[in-house]
């Protein structure tokens, strides 16, 4: 039934693609649905593209992990609306016609701010592109049972197809859909978590048995040596992290299972157990001895180890601030996941997951992820992500495209107003259904991409279709949103203005066509690449992106009247040169590429505190410059 309704889901939208596509006669119509989209309809498409699968699966997984920090992203996600409102969207819709390009070049008429821009345009939307496919895969890979990599591969057809039959007009209704319905289902969840309430030994309404992590005392010989444990098991090998905890392989029955050794009691060592070993071998994943495979091969972790002071305790159920309150007290236990590393005996890579209890009102304040009160670099590097999601938003090129969809700036107002009371809705919810899947039990240590997903299925099979089809549906929608922005700025930008080729309508509509394939094929790419990194994490580096390179082009453009062309070449080209660099050569790309994080050139991971100010700085001068040597000569 799962199966069935999710595709059932992807066939609808694909066959309104192709309805709508035999309408799409003309490029304008192409790239910016004729400017005929209603104000609300658009405000809703508005929420479907900005509701992408970092907002779906990465926010509700991190709020999930990391408690308050993960919805600081919600909260500077709303926020950037907030530009987008007062600053952008009216003088935006009178500027251009259907891409950034137009808007910053419509009083130059600039070759280099065409390649400029189109370029920028590109790159941002493939920045974006690469979260989206990595939420495309951890989706289909457990619902369908396929490889991550073939998850990738079917949702880039499937957004070829959407974008190649109807452009925008077909983009603009699949995000109306999704982003009604994702916003509906998703009430729909948490009105089902504050229902069944919370519990220290969570069932998931009677589906799965709970399973309570333990600790055995470990037998030491007169050299500290462990021989075995009380429960009869024989310690087989040992393991250290870098940091210096300690693991050992304890085997009982024929079975073995990685137990982290705990001297934090003072007295004999006793054993902490572990979850979803995974173990990299021969290029072949294996959790707890398994083959990586659909859902009911990891059992999935997460719970209360005690509500205010009480370790064997059910609520029932509450309201959505009873759920805080009952969480956030000082007495409540949150039983979480850490990860840790080695390598084996074998010589392959080792990754574990063992339980840690953290106090409830440590999780809901800031500090779990993002050091507010650390040292002034880890203060920086929150300063930072704040700026470029803050900043970002205005600035994303599947964004601006929209401003063009209706077909005033008035409804371009109203349109982002309708967006914003949306979104802010949305972004509420993801509080409760991160909470609901922290302690529900049906966290995947190993992605918390899942999170919400996993939350619907606790409540059963029907619910977890339609999210699931939702979710994938809603990294179509932008998905195809970014395919088509980044397809007009091959056409309409690089080949019809830059090149000058003087294209027929139906030329850039085939060009167009092209490109996004073209676009798609890089994206499938980059998306197994980047498998297995935090969306949300990797959307936020996007933001910084579009605000370094493409946000001080339009503010200046709009609102300073000695801003000149070569001002925004420089402007866009240091913003996205310096953002890349930085991401490049941060932590968390120098773990990527299999190098120690703490000895990357970089030290901080959001790179907008530098770019986005450097980008705004070279504009400022480089205009300054080139007013003089215009006066001079």
């Known amino acids: 039934m799962v199966t069935a309704i999710f595709l059932a889901f992807v066939a609808f939208i694909v066959g309104l693609s192709v309805q709508l596509g035999r309408k799409t006669k003309t490029s304008s119509g192409y790239y910016a649905a004729g400017g005929q989209i209603h104000w609300f309809v658009n405000g809703i498409a508005f929420a479907g593209d900005y509701l992408s699968a970092a907002s779906f699966l990465g926010i509700c997984g991190l709020i999930a992990t990391q408690g308050y920090d993960g919805f600081l992203y919600s909260i500077g996600y709303l926020a950037g609306w907030v530009v987008a409102l007062f600053v952008i969207a009216e003088p935006l819709r009178r500027l251009g016609r259907y891409t950034f390009a137009d808007a910053v070049d419509a009083q130059f008429n600039s070759k280099g701010i ?51 039959t109807a452009g925008m007009a077909s983009t603009t209704y699949v995000q109306f859909l999704k982003g009604g319905l994702l916003i509906i289902f998703s009430l729909v969840l948490v009105v089902a978590v504050c229902w069944r309430g919370l519990s220290t030994s969570p069932d998931q309404g009677g589906a799965v048995p709970f399973h309570r992590h333990g600790s055995i005392t470990l037998i030491v010989d007169d050299k500290k040596n462990i021989t075995g444990t009380t429960e009869g098991s024989t310690a087989s090998e040992f393991a250290t992290t870098a940091s210096g905890e300690k693991f050992v392989k304890l085997q009982k029955e024929g079975v073995s299972r990685w137990w982290r050794v705990d001297m934090s009691d003072g007295g004999l060592p006793s054993a902490r157990e572990t979850e979803s070993v995974v173990k990299e071998a021969g290029g072949a994943r294996l959790v707890n001895g398994m083959p990586e495979g659909p859902l009911n091969k990891i059992r999935q972790v997460g719970s209360l180890a005690s509500i205010a002071g009480n370790p064997d305790c059910a609520t029932g159920p509450v309201s959505p601030v009873g759920l805080i309150a009952a969480i956030g007290s000082p007495e409540t236990k949150v039983t979480r996941w850490k990860e840790s590393r080695f390598t ?6 080792v990754t574990v997951y063992h339980p840690s209890e953290t106090d409830g009102s440590r999780l809901l304040r800031p500090g779990m992820r993002f050091k507010v009160q650390g040292t002034w670099l880890e203060r920086l590097d929150f300063a930072s992500l704040m700026l470029g999601l803050f900043l970002g938003t205005a600035a994303l090129p599947h964004i601006l495209i929209r401003y063009y969809t209706v077909p005033g700036a008035k409804e371009a107002r109203k349109s982002t107003i309708v967006a914003i009371a949306a979104i802010g809705a949305f972004y509420v919810l993801t509080l409760f259904m991160g909470l609901g899947a922290m302690t529900s039990g049906v966290l995947n240590p190993a992605d918390s991409n899942m999170a919400a997903p996993l939350l619907a299925r606790s409540f059963g099979d029907l619910l977890f279709a339609f999210i699931s089809a939702i979710a994938f549906a809603t990294v179509l929608g932008t998905v195809s949103g970014l395919v088509v922005a980044a397809s007009g700025a091959v056409a309409h930008d690089l080949a019809d203005r830059y090149l000058a080729l003087a294209l027929s309508d139906s030329s850039k509509i085939m060009l167009g066509k092209g490109a996004a394939l073209g676009v798609g094929a890089v994206g499938i790419a980059l998306g197994i690449v980047f498998k297995g990194m935090n969306v949300t994490f990797l959307v936020g580096l996007a933001f910084a992106v579009a605000g370094s390179a493409n946000l001080p082009a339009i503010i200046m453009i709009l609102f300073w009247p000695r801003v000149t062309s070569a001002g925004i070449i420089a402007s866009i080209t240091v913003g996205m040169i310096s953002s890349l660099g930085l991401i490049a050569l941060c932590p968390d790309m120098w773990g990527l590429y299999g190098l120690p994080p703490s000895q990357a050139p970089v030290p901080f991971s959001n790179p907008g505190i530098v770019s986005i100010p450097l980008s705004f700085i070279t504009l400022v001068m480089v205009s300054l410059a080139s007013t003089k040597s215009a006066q001079s000569t």
């Open 114 to 164: 065409q390649l400029a821009a189109a370029i920028s345009t590109l790159v941002v939307s493939l920045c974006y592109l690469i979260p989206q496919m990595v939420g495309a895969g951890v989706l289909v890979e457990p619902l369908l049972g396929m490889p991550h990599h073939w998850g990738v591969i079917m949702v880039g057809g499937i957004v070829m197809v959407i974008v190649a």
């Open 344 to 349: 084996d005996a074998e010589g392959s890579a």
